[in-house]
């Protein structure tokens, strides 16, 4: 049982977090790279995946990479860079092929809970302790997750990546949900899997960093600056 006692608001982070990360953005990958192989014609799987951090072979993501923590505006950049690196296109040919692509992931089918979250979210509740969301992927697919695991009722705030802030490890983010929820950082949780989220909440000052085993980051990296890793949310509970 985590000891959530002082607390007043808990921010989780999503991907990895509340749901499978690579069951939401492995084949996403897989897929970015078809598309653009069928586009260009040519092969380009082994620069991207490399590029934006997905091992194929493992079929996951790699912690610290770009596709860990991201924004997907970002992404879009990164990818027409490797299709310039590697065909040699002018920055607005390579563009024009990304924009002709992208697509974002199913944010309902491919969205799979790591745990009761409607439960867990109630429960805290229950107890006084708000609960907030902040992001890397955008607004759009968020609202769409949030609403399929039937969650978007029990949040006191959401920040996203396209909302104007400074995206993780910058602490601008959680500060916002703080000011939104009216809590105090220092009686405020970040939960999330990823060493930026952890960072995250040590720049912003915030009561408690948990630390969760479910998503990207490793116990070996999340450890020093977590004050406790647990195997998932589930534990929460």
């Not at 790279?33 to 194929?56: K, N, S, V």
Request: hydrophobic share 45%; aromatic share 2%; with cysteine.
């Amino acid at each position: 049982m985590i000891d959530l006692r002082g607390l007043d608001l808990v921010a989780f982070d999503k991907d990895g977090t509340l749901i499978d990360f690579d069951a939401m953005w492995g084949g996403w990958a897989e897929d970015l790279a078809d598309r653009l192989e069928a586009e260009l014609g040519q092969p380009i799987r082994t620069e991207l995946h490399r590029a934006i951090g997905y091992d194929i072979g493992e079929q996951r993501t790699i912690p610290g990479s770009p596709l860990a923590a991201t924004p997907m505006a970002q992404l879009r950049v990164l990818t027409a860079q490797v299709i310039g690196d590697v065909t040699g296109r002018g920055g607005a040919s390579a563009s024009g092929i990304v924009n002709a692509v992208w697509t974002a992931p199913d944010p309902v089918s491919l969205a799979h809970p790591l745990a009761d979250l409607p439960g867990l979210f109630g429960r805290l509740r229950s107890l006084g302790i708000r609960v907030a969301i902040v992001t890397s992927d955008d607004r759009a697919p968020t609202e769409a997750t949030l609403a399929g695991l039937g969650i978007a009722s029990l949040l006191e705030a959401v920040i996203c990546a396209d909302d104007g802030l400074p995206s993780k490890p910058a602490p601008h983010t959680v500060l916002e949900v703080c000011r939104i929820a009216g809590a105090e950082p220092g009686r405020t949780a970040i939960v999330g899997d990823s060493v930026a989220d952890m960072r995250m909440g040590l720049a912003a000052g915030l009561g408690r960093r948990i630390g969760v085993l479910s998503g990207i980051g490793r116990r070996s990296e999340l450890e020093p600056i977590s004050d406790v890793v647990i195997d998932s949310i589930a534990d929460l509970a």
